[in-house]
């Protein structure tokens, strides 16, 4: 089947729940997307084969011209076919057509390839201040 990616996809709390903790390793959570997203977000984008969520990544914003790639996840099964750089690139997409001319991310090291090399980010100086 095929898989479709939608910017500003509709959100089904439980199904992004559910891909968030098999993705990222924890139980499955209770939040509120729908209302987190649409309060924080520039967009976001759900990849979908038929009705099942396969895949999410949320863009953040700073208001003007830089957003922020967050929560990039992709379902097990689905890994390693491509869908995670077809998640940024739509989330790069929207973000441009939203007037955005910057799209940041940070990520954990072993994740460099997939943003460096899959997705076409460049390397740039960074500071984090853990809270």
């Known amino acids: ?3 479709t990616y939608e910017w500003r996809g509709d959100i089904d709390n439980s199904a992004l729940n559910e891909l968030h903790a098999e993705g990222f390793g924890y139980p499955v959570g209770q939040t509120d997307w729908l209302s987190r997203l649409h309060r924080h977000s ?3 984008v ?3 084969e038929g009705d099942r969520l396969v895949g999410f ?3 953040a914003w700073d208001g ?3 957003a922020f790639v967050l929560d990039t996840v ?3 099964r689905d890994r390693s076919h491509g869908v995670g750089a077809a998640l940024v690139k739509a989330a790069a997409e929207g973000s441009r057509a939203a007037g955005c001319e910057w799209l940041h991310v940070d990520f954990e ?3 460099r390839s ?3 090399e899959a997705c076409g980010f460049k390397e740039t100086a960074a500071g984090l201040i853990a809270l």
């Open 1 to 3: 089947m095929t898989i």
């Open 74 to 76: 992709v379902a097990q």
């Open 109 to 111: 090291e072993h994740l």
């Open 46 to 48: 759900c990849a979908r």
């Open 114 to 116: 997939f943003y460096f």
């Open 42 to 44: 520039l967009g976001w």
């Open 64 to 66: 003007g011209v830089h």
């Open 57 to 59: 990544v949320n863009v």
